[in-house]
C-alpha cells in the first residue's frame, strides 16, 4: 500500500529533500532520482504518494515517488532560477476598479450635469423679470380705487323689512317681529290668530296700523 504524503523541503542544487507523511508526520528523504524521470521540478508542498524502503546505512527512505495529480510536462531540463532573480509580476491595470472607478464615475456626471455660466445667467435673468412683473401687476391692483356703490343703495338696504321667519307654530300677535312678518303668516299659515275681525290686515292695533 502507498503511503500519501507531501514535499516538506527541496534543494534543487543537490536533488534532494524531506517528504513528511500525511498520517503519521513522519520525515523521510527523497532523492531526486525516486521522481518519474522526464517530469517537472519537485516543489514545496507537492501532494505525492510513495513507497519506504530502508537504505544501506540501516535508515528509512521515500522511493517510487509519484505525485497524486497528474504533473505539467516536464522540465528538468529547464535551469532552476538564479538568487537574486525577481519573478514577473503582472502588470497594474490602468482602469480604475471598485471604489476609485465608482468615485470617478460619480465625478464626470456631476461635471456632465453641471449647467453651464450662460444657461445660470439666462435664468437669473428670468427670475428677475418674473419678479418685476409681479411687483407692478399686484401693485396695480392694490392702488385701484373700490368699486362705487350707487346711490341711495345702503338706505334701500336699512329700509328694508325684515325676512318672514316662516310657519314655525307662531299664531299670536305678540309673537310677531314686524307686520311683513304678520301678513306673511296669515297669507302662508292656517290656524292664526293675527286678524280678528276679518278684513286681511293683520294685528291692526299692534303693528299693522292703518293697513
Known amino acids: 500500500m502507498r503511503i500519501q504524503g507531501t514535499l516538506l523541503k527541496w534543494d534543487d542544487e543537490r536533488g534532494f529533500g524531506y517528504i513528511r507523511t500525511r498520517e503519521s508526520r513522519v520525515v523521510l528523504p527523497v532523492h531526486r532520482s525516486e521522481f ?15 513507497d519506504i524502503r530502508t537504505s544501506a546505512d ?3 527512505e521515500a522511493c517510487a515517488v509519484r505525485w497524486d495529480v497528474s504533473p505539467p510536462p516536464a522540465d528538468f531540463t ?18 480604475p476598479s471598485g471604489a476609485q472607478g465608482h468615485g470617478a464615475r460619480a465625478r464626470r456626471s ?9 444657461t445660470l445667467r439666462l435664468l437669473l435673468a428670468v427670475l428677475v423679470l418674473g419678479a418685476l412683473i409681479s411687483a ?12 362705487e356703490r350707487p346711490a341711495g343703495a345702503g338706505a334701500t338696504e336699512a329700509a328694508s323689512p325684515p325676512r318672514p321667519l316662516g310657519c314655525d307654530g307662531r299664531s299670536y300677535c305678540s309673537e310677531m317681529k314686524s307686520c311683513e312678518d304678520a301678513k306673511w303668516l296669515l297669507q302662508h299659515c292656517p290656524d292664526t290668530e293675527l286678524d280678528y275681525d276679518g278684513d286681511g290686515i293683520p294685528c291692526e292695533e299692534q303693528l299693522c ?3
Not at 518519474?36 to 510513495?50: A, C, K, V
Open 136 to 147: 407692478v401687476w399686484y401693485g396695480s391692483e392694490g392702488n385701484a380705487p373700490a368699486p
Open 110 to 118: 456631476a461635471h456632465e450635469s453641471e449647467p453651464s455660466p450662460g
Open 58 to 60: 540501516g535508515r528509512k
Open 209 to 211: 296700523r292703518g293697513g
Open 78 to 95: 529547464r535551469p532552476p532560477p538564479t538568487a537574486g532573480t525577481r519573478p514577473a509580476t503582472a502588470r497594474p491595470s490602468t482602469r
Open 36 to 50: 518519474p524521470h522526464g517530469q517537472r521540478r519537485p516543489q514545496i508542498g507537492d501532494p505525492l504518494s510513495f
